[in-house]
């Protein structure tokens, strides 16, 4: 070991102790960068201390949930896990993740998709999972083409990656086309029913990539997610080799049975929460656990503990009325949220949080992308807020949804302003990124954790 | 909500390739049309015209195009000039046109995708070249078509620059507008308005889309049509909305 890296781990481990132990403070970010900064390698030359392998979590929506799942999967397994798991995700966040440099068996890192380049060609880990793509901050990230771009070159200068990759969108199939055709070995995974569910919008991805002809769906699960092929060129979704069959979604949260491609495995898998969505989240981890020769007992034992307390479908109770707060970042996100809502059959009321900082992207066009319209033809939602610095262009958007909304202040205005209905019925707080934390702290504050049904 | 007592009046909007054109919010814009519209008891029927489909402009009132990816911009722009001759009648008739982001681009006589130069629909006399580095971020516009300064967000690495006769849509406050150097925001050209301000252009600019309504009242249904048919709105949660914004950013 160089005394470089020497020096480097020392000091952003001494940051780490002065923000973590002294000054109280997240010490996510800076403890990496400082590191980084003094090596700028540090990345491979961690590789080492890591004896079974590296996992790389990316993809617009779930990478956060997806990588705490993994990391704890295998914990579950008795191994030594490294892990960023509060999301911290550029290159950063991923160094200091890394930064305590004990031996471990295991690193499982959450990786903003434009920080791949500067993370996959220096880590070289074993897989890399991309579980979708979606618009989201175009102003920050650019187009999704270009996301395509970097994931593709990523993965060209980590040619001992395997890529895992959701199968089922369009999206993300098109990035493990390029790579394919650039030697990175594929396996993919996905829905292999119909689930009959209602869809919602499909913003994007109408049109195949590769020749410009309208895709042919099967069926679909959500957003541009499903059975896709494109009529005129072929190019579609691949023979599954991790398959989620016998799907069920609902208010009980989702199960299905992982079918491997060899037959290796059939196990049946349980989530006591989230919505279609979270049948790919899962279906992303079951994947990793079969690679990595871990029995799906230790997923479910994961599955059953998992209680993130990250704000990501967070159940609170403040007096008596249960809140359950989520992140929702896009339009995705949110019609994913909405359709969690929906499915609650219970009367409710919703408060949508729209901030425009920085890392939330300051561009809240998106909002009309997102399908409001169901809510406003559901009797159960039966009242609805917009809050954050970007309450107003809220407001008017759900007015033109046929949605009367007032502005809140924030989640204690929301909670007072829902005081006259009865207790019984719950409080959805959907927030995007910057909104989230200061969400869960007033609710942790004002209440008391609720355990899942 | 208003009701017009026995009005039949109607209006047809054409949506020009939503599938490809939709990079920012940018339905938004049709969806407002379409309520205020409704709201004061004019029918309002939104054709979708789709790649491949020929699109007819003589029983069309209001034209809007979006913004999309350079990729979709070109196929968008290769089917439009199939149609040019139309659509220069449409606007020189008078129809009333938004086209917003790349759509504004598309209007001119060219604009630039990486170094190749893409011929353009040649509508209105402007063309667009690019600059470094993308100007993005709120801009607010003060322009005689809105009784409200136009807030809205900017994205773009195009430069737009009009010819001597078109007048801008306005004047920038704050963020870059056209070129980030003449001070000048879009383009206003017979009842033609380009603009960067993107996707939800009009549900925070209610001004502009009365503007547009009014015009397209106007072709159809006379002079008079708009005091007869454009009742006042209920504009408070629209107008505070604009206000907020623009006292954050001027």
Sequence with gaps: MSVRILISTKVGRATHWVLHDVLHRSASQLPGRVALSIDPQLLSHVREKVSRGFVVVCGTNGKTTTTNLIAAMLEEHGDVVLCNRDGANMAAGVASALLPLRDADWAVLEADELSTIHILPQLRPTYLVLLNLFR????????????????????????????LVCGDDPLSMGVAARAHARGTRVLAFGVDEDLGLPTDRVPEARFCQQCGAELDYAYRTYAQLGAFRCPSCGFGRPTLDY????????????????????????????ADFGGVYMVYNVLATAAVCERAGVGGSCLQRALDAYDPHNGRLQSFVVDGREVVLNLAKNPTGLNQNVSLLLADGRPKAVCVVINDNYNDGRDVSWLW????????????????????LRAHDLQVRLKYAGIPARCVEGVA????????????????????????????????????PHGRK | MNHMGGSEAGLRIAHLFPELLNLYGDTGNVLVLRKRLEWRGITCDVREVHVGERPSFSDVDIVFIGGGSDREQRIVCDYLLVEREELVSYVEDGGVLLAVCGGYQLLGHSYLMG????RGLSLVDLYTDRGSPRLIGNVVVRSRISPQPIVGYENHGGRTHLGADVEPLGSVVHGFGNDGSSGYEGCLYRNVVGTYVHGPLLPKNPGVADWLIARALERRYGNDAVERLLAPLDDAEELEANRVMCERLT
Aim: charged share 30%; aromatic share 4%; glycine share 8%.
């Design chain 1, 243 to 270: 398959a989620a069959r016998n799907v069920k979604v609902g208010r009980e949260g989702v199960s299905f049975s992982l079918v491997e491609k060899g037959g290796r495995t059939e196990w049946r898998i349980h």
């Design chain 1, 413 to 448: 205005d929301a909670l007072s302003a829902v005081g006259d209905l009865p207790v019984e019925q719950p409080l959805y707080v959907l927030t995007n990124y910057s909104a989230l934390e200061p969400a869960r702290h007033e609710l942790e504050r004002a209440g008391e």
């Design chain 1, 136 to 163: 989201d901050q175009l102003d920050r990230a650019g187009e999704i083409d270009h996301v395509q771009d970097v994931i593709a070159s990523a993965l060209e200068q980590s040619p001992e990656t395997t890529l």
């Design chain 1, 369 to 388: 992308d997102v399908d409001f319209e169901r809510m406003a033809t559901d009797d159960q939602v039966v009242r609805v807020m917009a809050g954050g």
């Design chain 2, 115 to 118: 170094d190749e130069e893409v």
